[in-house]
């Protein structure tokens, strides 16, 4: 049983269980014990959403191409993709959430929308 929070030490009140003073002390505990998780996953989703705004400004109709140094030009990392689709055929579409693309020739890219996603 603690009688003082966990964070700023202030002497508790209420329930015998209380280990913070505050909401705000609850939040920098949390924030605290998850920075290194909370650094990965913010990196990996900051590289994530950005791939999937690039995708998105090269194709505002659904479908367009785009080149292999057109994307690396904006920033897009190959690396990150939500999920990959692959036909039938064996050809696979990587996603970025609902926006993806697929490998042509020459360095060209297809991007698509995968339109189960767009409600």
């Known amino acids: 049983m603690a009688t003082k929070c966990i964070v700023c030490k202030a002497k ?3 329930r015998q269980d209380k280990k913070y003073c505050s909401d705000q002390c609850r939040s920098v505990w949390n924030n605290k014990i998850n920075s290194d998780a909370n650094n990965f996953m913010r990196n990996v989703n900051n590289m994530l959403r950005r791939n999937r705004r690039i995708l998105m400004e090269l194709n505002p109709k659904g479908k367009s191409k785009a080149s292999r140094d057109t994307l690396l030009e904006r920033g897009f990392n190959f ?3 939500t999920n990959e689709y692959i036909t039938k ?6 996603f970025c959430y609902e926006y993806g693309y697929i490998e042509l020739k020459d360095d060209m ?5 995968r339109k189960e996603y767009v409600t």
């Open 89 to 94: 055929s064996g050809n696979v579409y990587r």
């Open 79 to 81: 690396n990150y993709f």
């Open 12 to 14: 508790l009140f209420g």
């Open 109 to 113: 890219f297809a991007l698509v929308i």
